[in-house]
């Protein structure tokens, strides 16, 4: 026996499947073409899309090109006026600490009086005796 076996289609088989592959041709054209076209709006549309992607890509740059170019202005006269800022700065430091530093010796004389009040005084008056009798019983040893 062999592998293959040849069997006729009946003449309604042979229709249906020249009508089948007669619709599938127009119907494969047409999806062809459908296919290119939409191909070829993806392409355009991609490409405007790029290309104003670009021209705002171009727009930005300019606009921070510039606002560079103000900040440097900027730095530039902020650089110009530091060294009177300096000098302005330093003046005001030399008035600001010349206080404290007066205040500074003032309360150090006064803490430093209140001590020695205190030790004189303790050193010319003779110790009170303590009115609690004492804890433990002194006695001296023999």
């Given at each position: 026996?062999?592998a293959?076996?040849?069997?006729?289609?009946?003449?309604r088989?042979?229709?249906?499947?020249?009508?089948?592959?007669?619709?599938?041709?127009?119907?494969?054209?047409?999806?062809?073409?459908?296919?290119?076209?939409?191909?070829?709006?993806?392409?355009?549309?991609?490409?405007?899309?790029?290309?104003?992607?670009?021209?705002?890509?171009?727009?930005?740059?300019?606009?921070?090109?510039e606002?560079?170019?103000?900040?440097?202005?900027?730095?530039?006269?902020?650089?110009?006026?530091?060294?009177?800022?300096?000098?302005?700065?330093?003046?005001?430091?030399?008035?600001?600490?010349?206080p404290?530093l007066?205040?500074?010796?003032?309360?150090?004389?006064?803490?430093?009086?209140?001590?020695?009040?205190?030790?004189?005084?303790?050193?010319?008056?003779?110790?009170e005796?303590?009115?609690r009798?004492p804890?433990?019983?002194?006695?001296?040893?023999?």
């Amino acid at each position: 026996m062999s592998a293959t076996t040849n069997t006729r289609l009946t003449p309604r088989q042979r229709l249906s499947r020249g009508l089948a592959y007669t619709a599938v041709g127009p119907v494969d054209v047409t999806r062809g073409v459908v296919g290119l076209g939409v191909q070829s709006a993806q392409a355009g549309a991609s490409s405007l899309r790029r290309r104003y992607r670009e021209g705002r890509l171009a727009r930005e740059l300019q606009a921070t090109q510039e606002a560079i170019a103000q900040e440097l202005a900027a730095a530039q006269e902020v650089a110009a006026g530091l060294p009177e800022a300096l000098q302005k700065a330093r003046r005001s430091q030399r008035r600001g600490k010349r206080p404290w530093l007066i205040a500074g010796v003032v309360v150090l004389a006064l803490a430093g009086g209140a001590v020695v009040f205190s030790i004189v005084r303790r050193s010319t008056r003779p110790p009170e005796p303590s009115p609690r009798p004492p804890s433990v019983e002194v006695q001296p040893r023999p």
